[in-house]
């Protein structure tokens, strides 16, 4: 009896057995079946993304003009779809005017698409871009180009004459001339500000182009897969007059009668655009990149006794306060001053003293203050003030106890500034500022080089508002004929 129990144990341990190897060996076929269908698939996927990135650069040559037609080979296509949406992806230009005008076109992209077991890689704009789950990535770049103040954006349009070809290879050809788009808006631009709207599957993918490679300010949309980018146009702020106003009726004068200026040498009521970006964009590009540790007389708390200094950018993290006189030696380039707070010089003196056309220019991103005496200009003479330029975020002489008997000699950009001189400043160049009264022997002058130079500042925008002055847009279609 016992025997038997036994040898019915021994038959059941070995199906047993054998059940959990036929398991193990079915899951571990399933499993590998899974994982090399998706080797398989990447494979694939990888194949044609290469094929394609091959595919948009001669496509892009066709568009632009450089040969009319190409032929092209995207390997192969057998396991997955490809196909051709004409309306696929959409590109809205827009040029908004500061006085609310607003130029705009829009148009197709068109979209080449091959989609795959677990993603999809597809021709866009000129770009290679491939969407795995709800994620969309850049593969290669599109046709958009920003640099230095510049947007080149030729529309790259892809049209066919299959929706759904059954081979990978064909031609891709010129459909016509390349046309101007917005030709009713002139470079260089004046005002205002570019947006560009890109509605597609990849909008992320786009997003991370634009945010990394074309800078501006740059959002996206997720509920409408849309990216949008944005450059703002430098405004050009004119020294015609020796002074311009923000307010109506904000300039007064209550001492000597020969202390006010003419009405023909000052504007009231004159809207100025905030130096707030271009002061923050300096702050941000110099807090790392300075010259401050070139001279031991530039500390942390500002110039100490310096004398002379020449050409290199300083940077102060706060308030910044001037000991002692500093001469400028500009001959080998400009100087740049940026202060991340108050900048008060004292009654120091701060000129610059070389006859070459550089200058320095000083961001502040608080309130210019001075006391006592000090002179602010260049030598020997003639005045020469646009080497000596401000850009105030707040007050003008707004701490300046008593104020003396100063001598400006400079363009000051304070267009937030409320400014009541309590002495007898000498102010020559000009100045913007939002309200200015004077009294005593106070006066503001004109430099009369200033009108004749046609002189101008340009305020920028900064981080997230990069300028852009010339647009050039283009519609360039293209078509592709596969091979039947």
């Keep these: 009896m016992i025997r038997r129990e036994r040898a019915q144990s021994e038959v059941l341990g070995t199906v047993f057995l054998l059940g959990i190897t036929v398991a193990a060996v079915t899951i571990t076929v399933a499993t ?10 990447d494979a694939r996927s990888s194949g044609v993304e290469n094929g394609m990135s091959q595919l948009t650069s001669q ?21 997955g779809d ?18 609310g005008t607003v130029t705009n076109e829009s148009f197709s992209l068109g979209t080449l698409v091959y989609t795959g077991d677990r993603r999809e890689v597809a021709i866009q704009g000129g770009g290679v871009w491939s969407l795995e789950g709800d994620r969309g990535r850049m593969i290669s770049p599109p046709e958009y180009h920003y640099r230095g103040e510049t947007l080149t954006f030729p ?9 759904s070809p059954n081979a990978g290879t064909g031609v891709v050809r010129r459909t016509g001339a390349s046309e101007q788009v917005l030709s009713n808006v002139s470079n260089p631009l004046r005002d205002g ?26 959002t996206k949309d ?11 146009v430098p405004e050009e702020v004119s020294f015609d007059r020796t002074l311009s106003i923000g307010q109506p009726d904000g300039y007064s004068h209550t001492g000597k009668p020969d202390g006010k200026l003419s009405a023909t040498e000052y504007r009231q009521g004159i809207s100025s655009p905030s130096p707030d970006p271009l002061i923050q964009s300096q702050i941000d590009q110099t807090a790392e990149d ?11 708390a500002g110039f100490d006794g310096c004398g002379t200094l020449g050409s290199g950018v300083y940077y102060f993290g706060g308030d910044a306060t001037v000991t002692g006189d500093v001469v400028f030696d500009t001959t080998d380039g400009n100087v740049t001053v940026v202060v991340d707070g108050d900048f008060d010089i004292g009654g120091s003196d701060i000129s610059v003293t070389d006859n070459s056309s550089n200058g320095v220019e000083y961001y502040i991103n608080g309130s210019f203050d001075l006391q006592g005496d000090p002179e602010i200009g260049t030598e020997p003479e003639p005045i020469q003030a646009e080497r000596n330029i401000f850009y105030v975020a707040e007050g003008f002489l707004d701490e300046s106890a008593g104020d003396g008997n100063p001598t400006i000699e400079a363009i000051v950009y304070a267009p937030n500034a409320d400014v009541v001189t309590n002495g007898n400043p000498t102010l020559r160049g000009g100045f913007v500022t939002n309200t200015l009264e004077t009294g005593g022997n106070a006066s503001v002058e004109p430099d009369p080089t200033l009108a004749d130079l046609g002189f101008e500042i340009r305020i920028a925008g900064g981080s997230g508002q ?18 039947r």
Excluded: M
């Design 32 to 41: 590998g079946s899974v994982a090399l269908a998706a080797v398989t698939d």
């Design 59 to 79: 496509a892009s040559l066709v568009a632009l003009g450089e040969t009319d037609a190409k032929r092209f080979d995207l390997g192969s296509i057998d396991e």
């Design 82 to 99: 490809l196909r051709l949406d004409e309306d696929a992806g959409r590109v809205d230009i827009r040029v908004e005017g500061s006085n």
């Design 155 to 163: 529309i790259v349009q892809l049209t066919g004459d299959h929706a």
């Design 193 to 218: 500000t570019v947006v560009v709207e890109i509605q597609s599957d990849y909008y992320e993918g786009w997003y991370d182009f634009l945010s990394q490679r074309a800078d501006g300010d740059v």
């Design 222 to 232: 997720d509920e409408n897969r849309t990216t949008t980018a944005r450059l703002v």
């Design 290 to 300: 300075n010259d401050n540790e070139t001279e031991d007389c530039v500390t942390a």
């Design 466 to 483: 990069n300028p852009i002055t010339y647009l050039h847009v283009s519609e360039n279609v293209v078509e592709f004929r596969f091979d």
